[in-house]
């Protein structure tokens, strides 16, 4: 039986760390999918479906979505459409999850990260929490993007299956992750330049707004 601790970094944003790759992505696949696949968002799907669509898609038709997503997010009301019995065939990691949640639920705007082992991606996924639970930092991080509407950043997102609902989320968590997190050969070297003082001025809004508001704060353990 694995440990998934669980830990409140500012009010309302949950963090999950997992202890391992495969069992984070196992365990929230269809809860991240639900929220920004090109393909379910929005839809209820089995997991059969979600990996048949994952292998036409990818390049070396295989399944590789186990070993290479490094982190994810979404909003709690992704869960209502599991807690109200539309999504069937839960499994007992999924249950898991959603009976610690479970008290939660109705108490108002809250939003999951997950993270595993010591990697880096944590900052990326604090971001997309900040980006949904703090209006005030959304609207600083919408007037830096204003104007960075690149052709090669929306095609770099799309390619990495991300609906089109997140492509101004996802541009701010990879610019406060840092311009090494994409793949440089996708892009020019003007993009780059333009990428880096992007990345610049988000991650001083990203620093004022965490230092204030963090207060990782131990809520339990998931045991699975």
């Known amino acids: 039986m694995k440990k998934i601790k669980v830990v409140e970094i500012v009010k309302g944003l949950f963090h999950l760390k997992f202890p391992n790759q495969y069992l ?4 929230l696949v269809r809860m991240q999918e639900y929220y920004e696949s090109p393909k379910f968002k929005g839809k ?3 997991l059969e479906e ?15 979505y186990f070993t290479e997503v ?22 007992n990691k999924e249950k898991k999850v959603l009976n610690f949640f479970r008290k939660w639920n109705t108490k108002g705007k809250y939003y999951i990260i997950s993270t595993f082992g010591g990697r880096s991606e944590l900052k990326h996924e604090l971001a997309h929490g900040l980006y949904y ?4 930092y959304k609207k600083e991080v919408l007037d830096v993007l204003r104007g960075l509407e690149i052709p090669s950043l929306r095609r ?3 390619e990495n299956n991300y609906s089109r609902y997140v492509y101004k989320d ?6 406060i992750e ?11 070297s003007k993009d780059l330049k333009r990428f880096k003082k992007t990345s610049s001025k988000l991650r001083k809004i990203y620093n004022k707004y965490i230092n204030t508001l963090k207060i990782d704060r131990s809520v339990g353990i998931i045991k699975i």
Do not use: Q
């Not at 984070?24 to 365990?27: F, G, R, V, Y």
């Not at 996802?170 to 610019?175: L, S």
């Open 170 to 175: 996802e541009a701010h968590a990879y610019m």
């Open 24 to 27: 984070m992505n196992s365990t």
């Open 50 to 64: 979600f990996m048949d669509w994952y292998v036409d898609h990818d390049v070396f038709k295989r399944f590789d």
């Open 70 to 91: 490094r982190g994810m997010n979404f909003p709690f009301c992704v869960l209502d459409k599991f807690y109200n019995g539309s999504f069937e065939c839960i499994s």
């Open 133 to 136: 639970l703090v209006t005030e």
């Open 44 to 46: 209820i799907f089995t």
């Open 156 to 158: 770099f997102l799309k």
């Open 178 to 188: 840092g311009v090494t997190s994409i793949y440089k050969e996708d892009f020019t």
